[in-house]
């Protein structure tokens, strides 16, 4: 290197904004001899072992050079050196090692196509022939400098410089003699010459908030125990099975004696235990992906590989899915890739430019959530996705991924006034990229782990949102209904005087029920900002309430579809939920909320024990009206039905008022056995209905050949099974 050109470049060391410190730094061969150049800004002096004269300081600067015989240094060498304090450090020069990243690594990663692009970028732990320490790589294409800073180098981005691997735009070094629990972040020079430091985008732990360093993780050492699950899981038909999700939110459903998080370890036990005696098949998390604010409830995500250490580290998330299997309960996370926070420690503007979003606002920034939209177009930004969801599947041996907002990713003009967006290449309101990314996820983690499921939360008339990516669809196992919600809450809510005027809210559903495969969700939404608790929004004096919260879930539970109910609602909890506060479990020393919880076990317990409740919620046939036009007295009743052709008969009173000799239409003759009834003294009702068998009579009535008359509890729901 000519004398011009080689101090231009120890001036940009100096400057920090050389973009290849390795030119500079490390071990070098000049023409028979060997050089070994390094920058250490807290040196007094500075030693290699095997060589008895101490570097030499270029004056005036913080380098220190050895020159001599290439035979009395190695390619890797240590180096012990003393600081103003006398305090002695010794380790290898991270400039003496190769690079590390394969090309095919980085080539698959620029293709969008490395799944597994989570175990190449971030801080592991790695070794380089016999050295032991940290490989670090990020991507930031459009930085002029790149560092690493951390509690190990006094966060001084001067220090570790990382190498650039060109077109990639990909950075890495590795750094021998780093261990796990070591703080870090990336520094990065823009373009523009301003400093940021930022978070890993990649980092699998962080600090508890407000602290937000990355830590860099231990390998897991947990043993997996749910071989069972995990097969029975990879050869099972989930369209046949039966699927009743309860949705959680950790921070707040229970807290420990001073108020404390409780750890994920603790969690598993109370929380398996309890959905276990619920009757759930699985639980649903609201995002446990790092986050900031306790208040986005994980909706705004800035660790995309990272379980909160709010509850624990990743071995404690293992352990509690592990527990949870083995148990016999699935596990699905909310995870959101609509959009991220525009944190200054984050994703946004993460090398000085657009890089993870767009760079213009109509299209790269959501107006009502103050939040950035992830640039789908780029094969970086889609495979950084992938492969998170990749990394929670494969990982935690998670169940399923509830994705988040996908209306607000499926159209360019979502929640946008007329100007405030722009077209698709045809002219549409369609975001292509988006589309184009959701169906190659969907067929990733369907073809990479059987059995799976991807769940969207769509609340437009995108069509075919969980059909076959090969007839047409998005490829998504199911879709919220959340229509047939806002629906069935709009007339529940309706004082019942008024219901025969609103009839159709009820019904409607089933022309579009088994268009796609849906979950009914009565979800974290529909309990927070003024929307009151599910109790309140029922109308009239406390008995009307709960009878009405009870012939809901009792609605819920026989309808087509999968269910979906939020933690607090299954005992009735009578205030709004928050965050910043754990569930009113006081509540259960009153009968009333015992009552409702015993029913939301029941009702679990029939649903998964029924076939006819369950086998065909997805296809027409599994369901029959009997009757759907007796508005003027707010009663339905319908038939579910099984493969084997089994059937239960479901009545549903919305009024207050008894009904006797209520006559219904059978498909056949015999007698039948009310199975449930949520009027029942166990639940906290009036007890009224039908005792022992009812039998069919010959009776043609509501085009069926038989019929039976019946008495119906007020405010009530029935479940009626044919007498083998």
Request: aromatic content about 14%.
């Amino acid at each position: 290197m000519e004398k011009h050109s080689l101090e231009e470049s120890l001036i940009r060391i100096l400057e920090s904004r050389h973009h290849d410190p390795f030119e500079v730094l490390g071990r070098h061969t000049q023409g028979k001899h060997a050089l070994v150049r390094l920058f250490l800004p807290y040196a007094e002096e500075v030693n290699i072992p095997g060589i008895t004269e101490p570097l030499q300081r270029i004056e005036g600067t913080d380098f220190f050079e050895w020159y001599g015989a290439p035979e009395q240094i190695p390619e890797r060498y240590q180096v012990h050196w003393r600081d103003a304090d006398g305090v002695l450090h010794s380790g290898y020069d991270p400039y003496c090692f190769p690079p590390q990243l394969r090309e095919f690594d980085l080539h698959l990663f620029g293709q969008g196509k490395h799944w597994h692009a989570y175990r190449v970028f971030g801080a592991h732990p790695h070794s380089v022939e016999g050295a032991s320490g940290i490989l670090f790589a990020v991507w930031a294409p459009n930085a002029d400098r790149v560092s690493v800073i951390g509690d190990f180098n006094r966060w001084d981005g001067r220090v570790n410089p990382l190498r650039n691997r060109g077109g990639s735009g990909v950075w890495e070094l590795f750094i021998p003699d780093l261990a796990p629990g070591t703080l870090y972040r990336f520094e990065l020079r823009a373009k523009n010459g301003d400093v940021l430091v930022k978070n890993d985008p990649f980092a699998t732990q962080f600090q508890m908030r407000p602290e937000n360093a990355g830590v860099i993780s231990a390998p897991s050492v947990h043993q997996w125990g749910d071989e069972a699950w995990m097969s029975a899981r990879a050869n099972s038909n989930w369209q046949r099975a039966a699927m009743s999700v309860y949705e959680v939110h950790l921070g707040s459903w229970q807290h420990g004696d001073q108020g404390e998080f409780l750890n994920y370890r603790e969690l598993a036990l109370r929380l398996g235990a309890y959905v276990s005696e619920l009757g759930f098949t699985h639980i649903e998390l609201l995002p446990i992906t790092e986050h900031p604010f306790d208040g986005s409830w994980g909706y705004q995500t800035t660790g995309y590989f990272a379980p909160s250490s709010r509850f624990g580290d990743g071995d404690d998330f293992r352990f509690f899915v592990d527990h949870m299997h083995q148990l016999g309960i699935g596990v699905i996370l909310d995870w959101v890739p609509a959009h991220f926070p525009k944190d200054a420690h984050a994703l946004a503007r993460f090398d000085g430019s657009a890089l993870y979003e767009h760079e213009d606002p109509r299209r790269g920034e959501h107006r009502d959530w103050g939040t950035l939209i992830f640039n789908y177009g780029r094969e970086e930004v889609r495979n950084f996705l992938l492969t998170s969801a990749v990394y929670w599947l494969e990982e935690f041996h998670l169940d399923g991924l509830r994705v988040d907002a996908v209306a607000s990713m499926l159209y360019l003009d979502y929640s946008r006034d007329a100007g405030d967006w722009i077209p698709n290449k045809y002219g549409g309101r369609e975001n292509l990229e988006a589309v184009e990314f959701l169906r190659h996820l969907n067929s990733v983690t369907h073809d990479r782990f059987p059995g799976t499921l991807t769940i969207a939360e769509e609340s437009t008339a995108w069509p075919q949102v969980s059909r076959p990516i090969w007839l047409g669809g998005l490829g998504f196992s199911m879709k919220w209904n959340m229509g047939w919600m806002h629906d069935t809450l709009s007339y529940l809510t309706k004082d019942p005087v008024y219901r025969h005027y609103h009839h159709d809210l009820l019904t409607f559903g089933l022309l579009y029920a088994f268009t796609e495969n849906f979950v009914l969700p009565f979800s974290h939404d529909e309990v927070v900002h003024g929307k009151g608790s599910m109790l309140d929004k029922m109308p009239g004096d406390d008995w009307q309430r709960f009878a009405s919260l009870r012939l809901l879930y009792g609605y819920l539970f026989t309808y087509p579809g999968r269910k979906l109910l939020f933690m607090g609602s299954e005992f009735a909890q009578g205030r709004e939920w928050s965050e910043a506060r754990a569930l009113d479990w006081y509540l259960l020393d009153y009968q009333r909320h015992r009552g409702m919880r015993d029913l939301v076990s029941q009702l679990n317990k029939l649903y998964r024990e029924i076939p006819a409740l369950h086998e065909l919620d997805f296809e027409g046939s599994g369901f029959e009206w009997i009757d759907c036009h007796d508005a003027s007295q707010s009663v339905l009743s319908y038939l579910r039905w099984a493969v084997d052709g089994s059937f239960v008969v479901v009545i549903l009173n919305f009024t207050p008022v008894p009904r006797e000799n209520y006559r219904i239409g059978l498909p056949q003759a015999g007698a039948l056995r009310e199975v449930f009834n949520s009027d029942s003294v166990f639940y906290g009702g009036s007890n009224l209905g039908n005792e022992g068998l009812v039998e069919s009579q010959p009776v043609s009535w509501m085009g069926q050949p038989q019929s039976v008359e019946l008495t119906l509890p007020p405010l009530g729901m029935l479940i009626l099974q044919p007498e083998v």
